[in-house]
């Protein structure tokens, strides 16, 4: 019947389409993206009927599958969209609306752009000033250890970095093909690259029993059981992780750098949560600086490449599609390999590499911009007001969130102990200030 079909339909003058489910790339075919998948359709598919006033015994959907911040309601940061904005219409220079201080970003910023636009290609690595300010920020971020802007690539969100690299990675037939590790749960990008790739995606399961934390155990087992199939030649590491939130200890990280380095492994640090750390005691290590301190061999010859994103953290900023990559111990000649496969695709969005040159330059005390700066960063008013109070006063009072209160309401609570001619000095001075602050923030 089909055959009958086919036939008639070249018999007609309709010839067949070049491009079907059947003869379109398979990799391409075999990608399964979670995020994005049936799940979301069918959300969308709900959302539709919704407006059209079908009853559901639901009245809207709640979008909680996809780290999106600002889709889900959380306002940008003042400072960086000013920042942008100037850019972007640099008329705005001379208005009063905005702050000195994110004026001369912008002016800094205009200078290093080719043409002072930022509707210009910029260098295929990305804007050199903001690659030597990212580095400036790692080595701040790692307590001074060196970073080389010229191992730097700014990119398109951390996803096109974390892709080039694996681009770069795979090679081989049947069993000598590219084995990559990644953790079970991950990041459905890997898997899904790994398909376009089709590269062996080689599962570590992370220990849900111990807070989903990483076994090297657990990696030698991935690790033996693949090498009868493929040649694993990279492990994939997201810390903190998503979906599973852990943080590595600074121990656990230097058990897998041990081990990447004795298996001979190329290391991807997936690090775009390093601003997400949230659990009392926790703390983020980055693997470059484990690395540099752990010395001789695993600093001079492990290779390394870590990935950061304006997409989380505080900033939130996915649209913008900000991210930069680091390589350590990369042969030259394989980054300038990686230079050129970035020269193809011309450069990573100028406005996203303008908000990675906020993030790793942000407003700096003393600057009109501070305060609101970090007042957006999710400290709750009150904490605000206290921390102010401390610090400008040397009153020493409890934020009411502490206390619990109403929503939108904001209280401090004081004790009334300190001796009579204290607590005379403590009124006037808090009087005083609360003034000022209600002025300044009001
Ligand atoms: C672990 C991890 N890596 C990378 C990305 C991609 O980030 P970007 O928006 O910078 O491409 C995400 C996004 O959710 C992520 O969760």
């Known amino acids: 019947m089909a055959n009958k079909n086919m036939k008639q339909q070249v018999m007609n003058g309709i010839r067949d389409k070049v491009l079907t489910l059947d003869t379109m790339n398979q990799s391409v075919k075999n990608i399964e993206y979670a995020v994005r998948g049936p799940i979301l359709l069918r959300a969308m598919e709900l959302e539709r009927e919704l407006q059209q006033g079908v009853k559901k015994p639901f009245t809207e959907i709640i979008r909680a599958n996809i780290g999106d911040a600002q889709a889900m309601g959380q306002k940008p940061i003042t400072f960086m969209r000013q920042v942008l904005a100037l850019c972007q219409y640099p008329d705005l220079l001379s208005s009063p609306s ?17 043409g002072h636009s930022t509707g210009s290609y910029s260098a295929s690595a990305g ?23 010229d191992n730097i690539f700014l990119s398109t969100g951390a996803s096109s970095a974390i892709m080039a690299v694996l681009n770069l990675l795979v090679s081989g037939k049947g069993k000598t093909r590219t084995g990559v590790m990644i953790p079970i749960p991950q990041y459905p990008l890997y ?26 155990a657990e990696l030698q087992r991935a690790l033996e059981q693949a090498k009868a199939h493929c040649q694993p030649q990279v492990l994939c590491v997201i810390n903190p ?67 950061h994103s304006c997409s989380k953290g505080y900033m939130g900023e996915c649209g913008f599609r900000g991210g930069y990559t680091e390589v350590v111990n990369m042969d030259p000649a394989v980054k300038q390999q990686m230079l050129k496969f970035q020269s193809v695709r011309l450069c990573p969005p100028v406005l996203g590499q ?3 040159d906020i993030v790793t330059n942000p407003p700096q005390p003393g600057e009109p911009s501070y ?7 999710g400290q709750p008013a009150d904490m605000f007001f206290c921390i102010q109070l401390l610090e400008e006063t040397g009153i020493c009072v409890v ?10 309401t904001y209280h401090f609570r004081m004790t009334i102990l300190p001796p009579l001619e ?12 609360y003034a000022k602050f209600t002025q300044e923030y009001s």
């Open 127 to 149: 804007i050199q000033m903001i690659r030597e300010d990212v580095a400036r920020y790692i080595e701040h971020r790692d307590g001074g250890i060196a970073s080389d802007p």
């Open 422 to 433: 204290k607590l005379k000095i403590l009124l006037e001075k808090l009087n005083q200030f």
């Open 241 to 307: 992780g998503n979906p599973t939130g852990q943080v590595l200890s600074r121990e656990n990280i230097e058990a897998v750098i041990r081990f990447a380095y004795e298996e001979h492994l190329f290391l991807m640090a997936d690090e775009v949560y390093q601003d997400n750390v949230y659990a009392e005691g926790s703390q983020f290590h980055s693997f470059k600086k484990v690395l540099m301190e752990m010395g001789s061999p695993y600093a001079q010859q492990l290779q390394l490449a870590s990935f």
């Open 371 to 377: 305060q609101q700066f970090q007042q957006e960063l």
């Open 354 to 356: 303008i908000l990675i």
């Open 98 to 114: 905005f702050p000195e201080d994110a004026k001369k970003r912008a002016m800094r910023i205009l200078q290093s752009c080719e």
């Open 399 to 408: 934020p009411g969130s502490g206390f619990g209160q109403k929503d939108g």
């Open 191 to 216: 898997s899904a690259t790994l398909a376009e790739f089709d590269a062996v995606q080689i599962n570590y399961y992370l220990n849900e029993e111990h807070y989903w934390g990483l076994d090297v």
